[in-house]
């Protein structure tokens, strides 16, 4: 059971945490929360928006300011598992030549999968046991890694030429779906200023600890959740399946498949964790409207008359986000 | 109020209110079938022993099915949850007494159980608002509550529409049953009371009379006990009813005559009553002969007046022959469609009035006293009895002739409007059945035979039913 105090550090940390990023991304709230989020949440986070927004600043920042390990890895049709997970490679010591395991750039607490999209499905699917298990296989060894790990990938929504999509298995592993959006002119300006004026950007000082991160994820699974909104959660996931009785038309007309319960549990530990950011000790109903879109987003797969007519998965949600009441 | 009073309290209102919905639910189905049920029984039903049961199921099985239902809800697990985040939204909780009903569940010493329990309770009083009874379970208490009175209503006081038929009918049929047989008698009070006044009277205590009345009573007071209750309002009825007054006005006068005749006694106080009551209704000559009989000074003069009063009464008898047709031209004028229904009506009042003059009257049968008046006034009478036992007469030269091959050829001594003799809707020659000497019944007809007649003219099943109920009214039960 954790304590008042417990809460009060955690908070206090990821504040602290918060404020560091901000120091180096302009604007993007909800992109950097959507990542601290991933963080207290042990899970993942798509970032999906053009090149140059800063999507690797941010997580070079986050990282700095927790003090962890981080790597990046660029993504390209030619990469192969091996290049991310590692491999074994024979090494001569004491005049016995044996294998010895190379990690690969999967071993870090922080690992930016940037456009992810245009690796092959067989390499990015190298990443599903380190997503999910945080574990990696390589042979008969199966190595541990080490938390907090947070995997932060990026793709480009735009050229789609010479991309992979992700497989449904690897995109259901995400735990929320930002997309980083342009910066207004006041935001840009800013950029501008603070990339081209004195030493440039500097990433942030360590401002809190990995057993900070893991002590705070211990106070989010604790903030209780009403049954009502639970309940409330389950049906607006419902809603997105076009054979549910709660389901809106548009839903009906344009999805093929709705989210799946990892869904669900995606958009409830988030709201946890959006109400722990917020101060709350409880899960409130506008912290499930926060996170519903980013939980949902990308486990919705559209027919081919949603593909075609160019529907917003966005826009189907906030449909379902509608049309669900809560009582 | 603490937070655990405070969930207790809305988990009991909770549970009543969702008792309360399905009772509504209870109440309004049965109460609607007992409302359906109640406008048949309103409708088709005349006993009041029916009605009264089902007015007394309109008001028990409602009354207990809501109960049931609202029993079986109370004891049914309410859905709390979705209350107290009720309540949280009403009262702008942000999900806090929902979470803090969680956290009591799981963590109840925590400081988030405090922090919470903090919060609400400066709000928790008023939790009673976002707990109202639900607009549709009023609405459900109110149809069902509508729909148990509007059956009790009509189970119990609406009358079924054949009793309460349009009364100008009745009475312009009455009237003509009391010109056609030449007297003016005021009719039976009891029978212008059922007929008559029941639909007209709009008074609270006369309409709850009139709803107790019915038809069998009706019929009673019209003397047809057992006849159906569809003839209630029937014509033939009433006509024989008319015939019974004359009748008895004839046995009068016969018996004054035969008293006074041989006697030369005086007349009773009772008799004096009767003539005059007679003579206001009746025409001009009678009246005159009856106030030359009550003011005979003597018993020769009394006689003699008694002989001109049974003189005058021959005189208008023998010009009504023709009066059964004009109530049966009554018919005819309110029902136009059903003329032909009419016609064969006619043809059987013919046949009644026939059998009357020839000496075959089976609803007045066993009336000595018309026997004898009927003697009296038929010279005709012991001629075509006489016929009887001589050949067949062609209906054109004696009309009431029986042949001795026991058939006689009728003719019917009127006419119908400008459609001329009865005779030509009569099939002539068919034979009839006759008593054997020594029986006490007369020519016995059955429905059956007169079905085929009633069918040969195609007539509609509301005008085959109508000769039905006439034929059964002068026959007495059906033959």
Not at chain 1, 142 to 163: R, S
Not at chain 2, 14 to 28: D, K
Request: glycine share 8%.
């Amino acid at each position: 059971m954790i304590t008042e105090r417990d809460l009060e550090t955690a908070y206090v940390a990821f504040n602290r945490l918060r404020e560091a990023v901000e120091t180096v991304i302009v604007g993007h709230e909800k992109v950097v929360r959507a990542a601290l989020i991933a963080l207290l949440c042990r899970g993942n986070v798509l970032l999906e928006g053009v090149p140059g927004l800063g999507k690797t600043l941010l997580v070079r920042a986050l990282a700095g300011a927790l003090g962890l390990e981080f790597s990046r890895i660029q993504f390209t049709p030619d990469l192969m598992p091996a290049d991310i997970i590692g491999t074994d490679i024979i090494t001569e010591e004491d005049g016995h030549r044996r294998f010895a395991f190379s990690r690969g750039p999967v071993f870090a607490n922080v690992v930016l999968a940037d456009e992810i999209n245009r690796a092959t499905p067989k390499t990015q699917s190298a990443l599903l046991e380190a997503m999910e298990e945080r574990t990696v296989t390589v042979g008969a060894h199966t190595y541990a890694l080490d938390e907090p790990y947070v995997v932060l990938a990026t793709q480009n929504p735009i050229e789609m030429e010479g991309t992979y999509p992700l497989p449904e298995a690897q995109v259901d592993r995400f735990l929320l779906k930002a997309t980083v959006a342009y910066p207004t002119l006041e935001e840009l300006a800013d950029i501008a200023t603070r990339t081209t004026e004195g030493s440039g950007i500097r990433l942030p000082e360590p401002v809190a600890s990995a057993e900070d991160v893991l002590k705070a994820r211990d106070v989010v699974r604790e903030i209780p959740i009403a049954e009502g909104l639970r309940d409330y959660v389950a049906r607006l996931v419902l809603a997105t399946h076009p054979g549910s009785a709660h389901a809106p038309a548009k839903v009906r007309e344009f999805v093929e498949y709705g989210a799946s319960p990892r869904g669900a549990i995606a958009a409830i530990l988030a709201a946890k964790a959006h109400a722990f950011l917020a101060g709350e000790v409880n899960v409130r109903p506008s912290d499930i409207e926060e996170v519903f879109i980013p939980a949902l987003a990308h486990r919705i797969i559209l027919n081919f008359r949603g593909e075609a007519e160019g529907i917003r998965v966005g826009e189907l949600l906030s449909d379902v986000w509608e049309n669900v009441p809560a009582l | 109020m603490t937070y655990r009073e405070t969930v207790a309290a809305i988990e009991r209102r909770v549970r009543r209110l969702s008792a309360a919905a399905t009772a509504g639910v209870a109440l309004l189905i049965p109460a609607a079938a007992a409302a359906v049920a109640a406008v048949a029984v309103a409708l088709f039903t005349v006993s009041s022993t029916a009605r009264l049961s089902v007015a007394l199921a309109a008001l028990g099985i409602p009354s207990v099915a809501a109960v049931l239902g609202f029993a079986f809800r109370m004891r049914r697990p309410s859905r709390l949850a979705q209350a107290l985040l009720r309540v949280d939204v009403s009262l702008g909780l942000d999900a806090r007494l929902s979470s803090l009903h969680e956290v009591a569940k799981t963590a109840p010493d925590s400081f988030i159980f405090r922090r919470l329990e903090a919060d609400v309770s400066l709000r928790l009083d008023q939790w009673r608002k976002a707990l109202p009874v639900s607009a549709r379970t009023v609405a459900t208490y109110a149809t069902g509550a509508t729909c148990v009175v509007l059956a009790v209503v009509l189970s119990t006081l609406l009358q079924p529409p054949h009793t309460t038929a349009d009364p100008t009918d009745r009475e312009s049929i009455a009237g003509e049953v009391r010109g056609a047989d030449g007297h003016d008698e005021p009719t039976n009070p009891s029978v212008d009371g059922a007929i008559g006044d029941a639909p007209t009277t709009t008074g609270a205590d006369d309409a709850a009379d009139e709803a107790e009345r019915r038809i069998d009573d009706v019929l009673a007071d019209l003397g047809l006990e057992g006849a159906p209750a569809d003839g209630g309002g029937d014509p033939g009825a009433v006509e024989l009813g008319a015939r019974d007054d004359a009748a008895t006005f004839d046995a009068l006068i016969a018996s004054l005559h035969e008293r006074l005749g041989a006697s030369g006694a005086k007349l009773t106080i009772d008799e004096q009553n009767a003539l005059r009551e007679a003579a206001t209704d009746a025409p001009a000559p009678v009246r005159q002969a009856i106030e030359d009989v009550l003011s005979a000074s003597s018993d020769a003069e009394r006689r003699e007046a008694l002989e001109t009063l049974v003189a005058s009464v021959e005189t208008p008898r023998d010009a009504s022959q023709d009066e059964p047709v004009a109530s049966s031209r009554v018919s005819t004028e309110q029902e136009p469609d059903d003329e032909a229904a009419t016609i064969a009506g006619d043809q059987l009042l013919a046949g009644l009035e026939e059998e009357s003059a020839g000496g075959i009257p089976p609803a007045l049968e066993g009336d000595a006293a018309e026997d004898a008046t009927r003697e009296a006034r038929t010279p005709g009478s012991e001629d075509a009895e006489a016929g009887d036992e001589g050949p067949p007469v062609p209906a054109e030269e004696d009309s009431g002739e029986r042949a001795p091959g026991s058939y006689v050829l009728e003719r019917t001594p009127t006419a119908i409007g400008d459609d001329g003799e009865v005779k030509s809707y009569l099939t002539t020659g068919v034979p009839l059945e006759f008593a054997e000497e020594g029986t006490a019944t007369s020519a016995r007809v059955s429905y059956e035979q007169i079905e085929s007649i009633v069918a040969m003219r195609e007539l509609s099943p509301e005008a085959a039913l109508i000769v039905r109920t006439y034929f059964e009214a002068i026959t007495e039960g059906g033959s």
